[in-house]
């Protein structure tokens, strides 16, 4: 039985209402289980796209089915329901600073309305996944950037989503701890949870040799497995 | 939701005590509102008692003559009961009368007169006080009636006077209504600006928009509730004081509502006035910012963590 991708946009066009068109006609579908570089240009159009996915934007044209269902004019009270099966992680981590890190990644059971059993046993879980059990009681600002990264994506995955979103996860970080934090997320991946991260560096894309699409204003202008993103391309075309 | 409770207090306090401030300067602001509006509330059920006992039971006295046997009483009793806007008749016998003016007063008359000076009367109640000028006229005139007298016949004309004591009442109670909802809309903006960032992580995992409502409806809750028991006390005091005082240094009370029934009244009032105006104020400043980026958490790169 052939799988239906677990993200399919059809014909997306997403025309935000100062009438920029961030999408354009995108066509993209991402199977369970992969794991997927988003790559362009600055303004190109890539938190934009994942925004749709987790329903920040709606599409103004077009369909995107995500999970097997049709999103596109998915009621709001049915919202926060697709995000619960949804992870999402951002390049300036979003955490709490007054709650621990225990405190901060039980923050998303909590505001679900998970049991206090729940939540008990699946916090040091998630933190063990991240490699941060011996911080828990720490507060972010005691953490490094890359620690921090961690506990967001400790967030994230804590209810095992079928997919995780990463908008520049590593974009404040150095070039060592990118690459763990991507290495993180390729384990993460390997357990089955279909990944998308977009990123704007070609160091960690073309070491981790995986599915790129290239998206230039709004469009995808390419999509390879095991892609090379070389910069330099992207340099050349804007300055032309 | 319920087993949520502890976390929405925890929430709701950690909200609180980051813009302490503001919420004890709110808190002091819906108590004084709230005490106003009890003061007005008191006043209304006062005036309220009074126009309403004054209005039902108006009654005359018709005041007869030493020389009237009791049989031309009773007739003239007939005659009176049959006059147009009458409702009942009653006998008063001069024992009676002195008994219930014994009654009314803390003094013993008993000693301060040597035999009883008060006539025997009609206690006639009529069905509309307005017309109760005209029908003492005709009544005076009738052969065995000394005098008629109804005591509240002044208090006719004043009553305009309560009326509109009550309409500033109730206006003055309307506004400070709106002023304390006014209040705390702005209060629970305040707190949702200082919690913006957990609403919007809160959407991003995936939080029903109760959940996220709820520990600022608790918070305008506690403001109303808050404010309307400590104003409430405060209320309770002063009026007991008023009524000491008025029991001290006059005989005759009849303006006071019994205490307990005030009370039960006003805190029944002020309970149900403060929760709602809580609730609505909180829901009214929540839903506005949830409308206004419903289900978008716009969380960009620019919003750099501090
Ligand atoms: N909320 C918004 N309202 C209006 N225009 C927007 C909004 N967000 C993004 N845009 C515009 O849409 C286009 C795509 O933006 P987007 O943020 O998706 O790009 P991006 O590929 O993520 O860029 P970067 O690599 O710099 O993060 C840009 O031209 C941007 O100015
Ligand atoms: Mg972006």
Same mark, same amino acid.
């Given at each position: 039985? $052939?799988?239906?991708? #677990?993200? =399919?946009?059809? %014909?997306?066009?997403? *025309? ?6 961030? !999408? ?50 998915? $009621?709001?009270?049915? #919202?926060? =329901?697709?995000? %619960?099966?949804?992870? *999402? ?6 955490? !709490? ?144 | ?306």
């Amino acid at each position: 039985m $052939p799988h239906e991708p #677990v993200i =399919h946009f059809q %014909r997306v066009t997403l *025309v935000y209402p100062n009438l920029v068109r961030a !999408l354009e006609d995108v066509e993209l579908e991402i199977g369970e289980g992969e794991f997927c570089f988003l790559v362009g240009p600055t303004g190109c159009g890539k938190s934009s796209l994942m925004r749709c996915v987790y329903m920040s934007e709606r599409p103004s044209k077009g369909h995107l089915r995500v999970l097997g269902r049709d999103i596109t004019d998915l $009621p709001p009270s049915r #919202v926060p =329901h697709l995000r %619960r099966r949804l992870g *999402v992680v951002f390049q300036d981590f979003q955490l !709490l600073g007054y709650k621990t890190v225990a405190e901060n990644v039980a923050f998303s059971l909590q505001v679900i309305g998970a049991p206090v059993a729940d939540i008990r046993r699946k916090v040091p879980l998630a933190l063990r996944m991240v490699g941060l059990e011996n911080k828990a009681k720490m507060r972010p600002d005691e953490l490094s950037g890359g620690e921090q990264q961690r506990v967001a994506i400790a967030r994230a995955i804590i209810n095992a989503p079928p997919i995780l979103l990463c908008d520049e996860p590593t974009g404040n970080l150095d070039p060592d701890t990118s690459r763990d934090i991507v290495r993180l997320l390729t384990l993460i991946n390997q357990r089955g949870t279909t990944v998308i991260m977009a990123t704007h560096d070609a160091q960690i894309v073309n070491s981790f040799k995986r599915r790129v699409v290239y998206i230039e204003d709004g469009r995808v202008m390419w999509d390879r497995d095991q892609g090379e993103y070389k910069v330099d391309d992207e340099k050349l075309r804007l300055l032309s | 939701m319920m087993r949520s409770f502890g976390f929405f207090l925890e929430e709701t306090f950690e909200g609180i005590k980051r813009h302490s401030a503001s919420s004890l300067v709110t808190f002091l602001q819906v108590f004084i509102s709230l005490f106003f509006l009890g003061v007005c509330l008191i006043f209304i059920i006062i005036i309220n008692h009074f126009v309403s006992n004054f209005l039902n039971n108006m009654e005359m006295g018709a005041f007869l003559s030493d020389e009237l046997t009791y049989e031309q009483s009773v007739e003239l009793m007939d005659v009176v009961e049959n006059l147009s806007g009458v409702r009942a008749v009653q006998y008063v016998s001069k024992e009676e009368a002195f008994a219930i003016m014994q009654q009314r007063t803390t003094v013993d008359i008993a000693d301060l007169v040597s035999e009883n000076p008060l006539p025997a009367s009609l206690k006639i109640t009529v069905i509309n006080p307005r017309a109760a000028e005209e029908l003492a006229g005709s009544i005076a005139l009738l052969e065995g009636v000394d005098d008629v007298a109804y005591g509240e016949a002044q208090l006719q004309s004043i009553l305009p006077i309560f009326y509109g004591l009550e309409m500033i009442s109730f206006y003055l109670a309307i506004f400070l209504v709106g002023a304390t909802l006014i209040t705390i809309v702005n209060t629970i903006r305040l707190a949702i600006l200082t919690r913006a960032k957990e609403i919007k992580i809160m959407q991003l995992v995936g939080a029903t928009s109760w959940f996220i409502r709820f520990p600022f409806l608790l918070e305008g809750l506690i403001y109303g509730i808050g404010g309307a028991a400590l104003s409430l006390g405060l209320v309770a005091v002063g009026y007991s004081l008023l009524m000491d005082y008025i029991q001290n240094n006059y005989i005759f009370n009849p303006w006071m509502v019994d205490y307990d029934q005030m009370m039960a009244n006003l805190a029944i009032m002020m309970f149900v006035l403060g929760g709602l105006i809580g609730v609505i104020g909180s829901l009214l400043a929540v839903d506005k910012h949830l409308k206004s980026d419903e289900y978008r958490p716009s969380l960009k790169s620019e919003t750099v963590t501090s």
